[in-house]
């Protein structure tokens, strides 16, 4: 019954959503009020109506209900009830239903935030929302149905949810990262209707950018936690493959980083509008198009998907129609007459547009990298794959000017900023990064040209944005009144900025400090790794309530001076008769230890991988910080107020 | 000529999605198509128990029969065999598949272990079973009267499966 | 020069040095790093370039696993219904390598007629496993031993 429910509620929200586009766009267009208010109550229905669905899909898994076959192919009578929740985006079908879930929040959430929007603009952008809604309700009604039964009889037990996947990781990475990548339609709906209004002024940017940044900060920690569950829970110690299915979500990342920096200036300066349009779409667009093409089998990965070329067909339509569409109606609409509004080279509208640029030829470059193979494919020039090195050769040295530009950020003045300036807010930071850069490797383990230079930069970066911040609290009667005089957008974008400091500091340090090792090991044996003994004392037998396995217990120890026992497992799973490895990490801030077991390769003999990470956590760490600043930014005040403020300058002036 | 450098996006577009398309065309990975739904493959082998006697593909009309994968190298087969023994003994209806196997090994494990088959093929070549789509042993296929494959279960074949998917398929499948 | 031309000049001139220097840095990247990759039987039939680095992958021949004892050396043969491919690596294997199922390799393929890995994936990689990727994992039953027949090997 309750999954009949279910399937009713994303029937009705279908017909809701087919509402939503038609009625405000239709009220917008003649002017009719009712119409347009509409979009409110309907948005609020379609939510509901998901939020329905999703719940009684809930109930299907807490109450294991096996006759409903999604259920039945994700999920087992065993598990910790935590994980039959997660297992309800284990799966296509049920991480199609987040996604959509996803969506209509975020509609909701338009609705609730944007009384302060002109009533036409609401209405367009919450239609927007309402086709992009029809489009996902469909492929999930006519393709991908979570509510499918199997009848007449429905297996005991399930399939059991996939090991690997019973994790945190799971609770956490899909979520928070599908709240990134749907989050993007909110302001590619501005976008489209700035389009359709032919109106693109501050005003649009500023209702914007909010959106922007949150979706930002969303994916940002989305990717991170999906870096970091790779990291542990697979085994290998990487963190990072430039894996089809990574970069595709790295696409969006990168292209709506240099959406949010643009809407600054379009705020700001009233520059580069229909740039700023363009990348909206563009960002969204690759959002579709990763959370497509890990589904479709375009991507001929080794992980492809066991794909449907029907479910294939309808997604490629369906981002055909989307995408096509608003680029043709950007192509038709949007502002060519260019403003006499000019820039110095020296001036932050002149950084920010450098940002934008060496973004997207980096996006550009991963996009190629990654599409390679199927278009090596297609042109029958044989079965390639691309190596991470690819990408590396592009993306660090890119990467690293757009580092050393970031230092000027805070500094830069608008139009124009004299060499003075930034010789006087700058100098000081140089000399401690060079000081930085020639001491710290000597402390952290050794020299390498490489890590010379991503200190530099990372101090660069650091040393002049909190110098800067150092700086403008000085001006006032003491430090606090000086703390509390500055925006909290301001403090996001330090935070933010300084975040990228000590993600540098994370890459590049555990790149080339780690040690990675694997070796034989005997029980009673020692090794030494990095200046640690590992010393495995015993080899047990574990079992847990749907897993049996092995266990080292290895005791790390530095000569006599016990320190810590590590306790990875090998664990062969029941119902699947999958062998998974639970990887043992002693964490810190400086190094991780990482244990994990190979194989066994004799009665008391096992292979094992043994790692020295240095750094590595600061990958992580950059990463929040990033994320954070992007919220602080959110909530800044001139966002929260509800009248009309006049667009002021963020930065406070000498 | 501002106006036209804005399509160039939409163009790119073009291009991505014909290269996505012939993708879709392409899918070099998909996965072997299971036989369900589709008549048994045409096959003449002789029993395993009998050289000089043949068996083909028109055996299975009219009747309802479990078509066993196993061999003398497979593992797991013993474990399941104990099951279909009893199964046999209720009156179910089990053809097996002597898969890529020697003859006289096979006759001895169906002494040693009791014969729960109507008869055993002798798939020596494997050719019966690459056309079945088997990717291992054991296999249990449900073949319906009209000798078309209903279902396919991998893996061993024991009370829990029996009880949950193969055994009520099997009796629907009488009543057809 | 008009000021707003001028400025869009430095622009394009920019954004074409930019560009410029990324497409250099891609074609020296493309040489070593884009792998292509051969069935068992293209190495059977000997259409396989030596000393260069590629892929190559195919089913693991039940029984063809030859562990060294004293290292962590190991031995396998990769299948396919043409040909088969001799490999050595030196290394852990991942959990879902077993024989009778896919896995592919990343090496050299060397005059000796041994592939030299570097590299071994098992058939669903665990390199990266996103939750959609779940529903691909196929649930074999309790017991199945894998022989190579079923199965597509591409890429």
């Known amino acids: 019954m309750v999954p009949e429910l279910g399937h009713l509620a994303l029937l009705l929200a279908l017909v809701l959503s087919a509402a939503l586009f038609v009625l405000p766009l239709l009220g917008a267009w003649r002017g009719n009020l009712p119409l347009m208010l509409a979009g409110r109550s309907l948005a609020s229905g379609v939510f509901l109506l998901v939020l329905l669905a999703f719940a009684c899909l809930w109930w299907a898994f807490v109450k294991d209900d096996f006759t409903v076959a999604y259920v039945a192919n994700h999920s087992n009578s065993l598990m910790p009830v935590y994980y039959k929740i997660s297992a309800i985006w284990g799966g296509h079908e049920g991480s199609l239903l987040l996604w959509i879930l996803m969506l209509s929040g975020w509609t909701f959430a338009v609705v609730l935030f944007s009384r302060s929007l002109p009533v036409d603009m609401q209405a367009r952008v919450l239609s927007v929302l309402g086709f992009v809604a029809v489009g996902f309700l469909s492929f999930i009604l006519f393709t991908s149905n979570p509510f499918d039964r199997i009848l007449p009889i429905a297996p005991q037990d399930g399939a059991d949810l996939n090991p690997l996947l019973q994790d945190i990781g799971l609770i956490l990475h899909p979520p928070v990262l599908y709240m990134g990548y749907v989050g993007f339609s909110v302001v590619f709906a501005f976008a489209i209707a700035a389009l359709l209004t032919g109106r693109l002024d501050a005003a649009w940017s500023r209702w914007s950018r909010p959106w922007a940044i949150m979706a930002w900060a969303f994916l940002t920690v989305g990717i991170a936690i999906g870096s970091w569950w790779a990291y542990y829970e697979l085994g290998w110690g990487g963190w990072w493959f430039w894996d089809p299915v990574e970069n595709a979500s790295f696409l969006p990342w990168l292209v709506g980083t240099a959406l949010i920096h643009s809407l600054a200036v379009t705020e700001k300066r009233g520059l580069f509008k229909s740039w700023t349009i363009l990348l909206a779409i563009f960002t969204f667009s690759l959002s579709l198009l990763g959370t497509f093409l890990v589904r479709s089998g375009v991507l001929t990965s080794v992980h492809a998907f066991a794909n449907d070329p029907a479910r294939g067909l309808f997604i490629l339509l369906f981002l055909a129609v989307v995408v096509g569409l608003s680029l043709t109606l950007y192509a038709f609409r949007a502002p060519v007459v260019n403003h006499a509004q000019r820039f110095n080279l020296s001036s932050r509208e002149a950084l920010l547009l450098s940002n934008n640029i060496l973004l997207v030829i980096i996006m550009v470059t991963v996009l190629l990298g990654t599409l390679f193979p199927l278009i090596a494919d297609a042109l029958k020039l044989g079965k390639y794959s691309v190596g991470p090195p690819f990408f590396n050769i592009v993306f660090i040295p890119f990467m690293a000017l757009i580092c050393l530009l970031v230092a000027l950020a805070p500094t830069s003045r608008w139009k124009q900023t004299q060499g003075k300036i930034y010789r006087r807010a700058l100098s000081l930071p140089f000399v401690a990064s060079v000081l930085a850069a020639a001491i710290v490797p000597y402390l952290a383990g050794g020299y390498s040209w490489q890590i010379v230079v991503a200190t530099f930069i990372a101090g660069w970066v650091a040393f002049a944005t909190l110098g800067d911040c150092l700086g403008k609290m000085r001006h006032r009667d003491g430090w606090r009144r000086g703390l509390r005089q500055l925006s909290l957008s301001y403090y996001g974008m330090i935070i933010a900025h300084v975040g990228i400091a000590v993600m540098v500091i994370g890459v590049c340090y555990s790149s080339h400090y780690s040690d990675e090792r694997m070796l034989r090991m005997n029980v009673g044996q020692t090794v030494e790794v990095a200046g640690l003994d590992f010393t495995l004392q015993e080899l047990r037998e574990v079992e847990g309530s749907n897993y049996r396995g092995d266990e080292a217990v290895i005791l790390m120890h530095r000569g006599e001076r016990e320190l810590r026992t590590l306790l990875p497992q090998k664990r062969q799973y029941f119902a699947s008769g999958q062998i998974m490895t639970e990887v043992a990490i002693s964490p810190g801030l400086t190094r991780d230890i990482y244990i994990a077991m190979g194989e066994e390769i004799a009665a008391d003999s096992w292979s094992m991988r043994i790692h020295y990470n240095a750094f590595v956590r600061w990958i992580w760490l950059g990463a929040l910080m990033m994320a954070g600043g992007g919220v602080l930014a959110v909530i800044d005040k001139r966002y929260r107020k509800r009248r009309k403020q006049p667009t002021e300058v963020a930065d406070v002036k000498a | ?176 | 020069m008009h000021p707003v031309r001028k400025q869009r000049l430095i622009v394009v001139l920019f954004i074409v040095i930019l560009s410029s220097v990324a497409i250099g840095l891609l074609l020296y990247a493309i040489r070593d790093n884009i792998n292509l990759f051969y069935p068992p039987a293209a190495f059977t039939s000997g259409e396989v370039p030596y000393d260069v680095r590629l892929r190559g992958g195919g089913c693991v021949e039940p029984g063809s696993v030859v562990r060294n004892p004293d290292s962590l050396e190991v031995r396998f043969v990769l299948v396919d219904k043409l040909g088969s491919l001799k490999v050595q690596y030196e290394g852990i294997l991942p959990d879902l390598f077993a024989e009778g199922e896919a896995a592919v390799v990343n090496g050299i393929w060397k005059e000796d007629q041994v592939f030299y890995a570097d590299q071994v994936l098992a058939k669903h990689d665990e390199n990266y496993m996103p939750p959609e990727v779940a529903e691909a994992m196929s649930e074999s039953g309790e017991e199945h031993e894998a022989t190579c027949q079923g199965g597509n090997y591409g890429s």
């Open chain 2, 1 to 176: 000529m501002s106006r036209l450098k804005l399509f160039l996006p939409l163009g790119i577009l073009g291009l991505l999605l014909a290269l996505f398309y012939v993708g879709l065309k392409l899918d070099p990975s998909a996965m072997p198509s299971v036989l369900v739904g589709k008549p048994v493959p045409d096959f003449r082998l002789s029993l395993v128990r009998d050289e000089q006697a043949y068996v083909n593909q028109d055996y299975f009309k009219d009747k309802v029969s479990l078509l066993n994968i196993w061999a003398t190298w497979c593992y797991a087969c013993r474990i399941e065999h104990p099951y279909f023994n009893k199964l046999a003994d209720e009156g179910i209806h089990i053809v097996g598949v002597n898969y890529k196997d020697e003859r006289e090994a096979a006759q001895k494990w169906l002494r040693d272990l009791h014969d729960p088959y109507v008869f055993s093929l002798y798939d020596q070549s494997g050719r019966l079973g690459l056309d079945l789509g088997v990717t291992g042993a054991p296999e249990t296929y449900l073949v319906d009267k009209q000798g078309i494959i209903r279902y396919r279960h991998i893996g061993v074949v024991d009370t829990n499966v029996w009880e949950s998917t193969l055994g009520p398929q099997y009796q629907a499948l009488l009543t057809e």
